[in-house]
Structure formats: C-alpha cells, structure tokens
Nanobody, 119 residues
Framework: QLQLVESGGGLVQAGGPLRLACAAS????????MGWFRQAPGKEREFVAAINWSGGNPNYADSVKGRFTISTDNAKNTGYLQMASLKPEDTAVYYCAAKYFWNNDYNYWGQGTQVTVSS
C-alpha cells in the first residue's frame, strides 16, 4: 500500500512562491506516475500537473504552465510542486496522488494541504 502525505501549504501574497511536498512511503515507485490536483471551494477537483516518478514527462494544466514546476527526488521518495507567481485563483486544497502508469485513474491520494493566496 502506498501512502502519500502533503506538506508546505499556507498563506502567501499574490505574486509570491510556495513549494508543496508529497512524501511517499509503503512501496517502490518504479512505474508510478505522481500527480497534483486542487479543489477550490464550490468547484470540482482539477488536474494541476503530473510526472513519472523517475522524473520524466512532466505535464501541466494550461492554467499553471510556466508558473508551476513538478519534480521528484527518488532518494527522498518525495515529490514537489514549486509554485511561482501565485494568483488568488490558485487558492485551493492541493492533493498529491499516484497511479501505476497503465491505470487511467489515480488510486492513491494524500490528505490535502491548503494553499491560500491573498490579493
């Protein structure tokens, strides 16, 4: 069983940076994909970014492209979402998730971490 724990959320002013971390444990991660999702109040959860756990093939939602960077540190079994130029509309609960590469759906989820961007 794979466990995911997010950290790094908080309150930040618009235009500022923030880095989220996702600590993974419970199994080896070869062949897994890590993703970041977010859910704002009253809205559906949306995809933010994903990357192969090996660090390859990062991809992003259009709304964050050029501002957010997803990465992994295999030695630490930790994934990251570096966020820059934050906007109030980035305010949401951010979740990390994982799936085996051939699965369509993410089947492992963290508990979420709140990011609030003030204007």
């Amino acid at each position: 069983q794979l466990q995911l724990v997010e950290s790094g959320g908080g309150l930040v002013q618009a235009g500022g940076p923030l880095r989220l971390a996702c600590a993974a444990s419970g199994r080896t991660f070869s062949g897994y994909v890590m993703g970041w999702f977010r859910q704002a109040p009253g809205k559906e959860r949306e995809f933010v970014a994903a990357i192969n756990w090996s660090g390859g093939n990062p991809n992003y939602a259009d709304s964050v492209k050029g501002r957010f960077t997803i990465s992994t540190d295999n030695a630490k079994n930790t994934g990251y979402l570096q966020m820059a130029s934050l906007k109030p509309e980035d305010t949401a609960v951010y979740y990390c998730a994982a799936k085996y590469f051939w699965n369509n759906d993410y089947n492992y989820w963290g508990q979420g971490t709140q990011v609030t961007v003030s204007s």
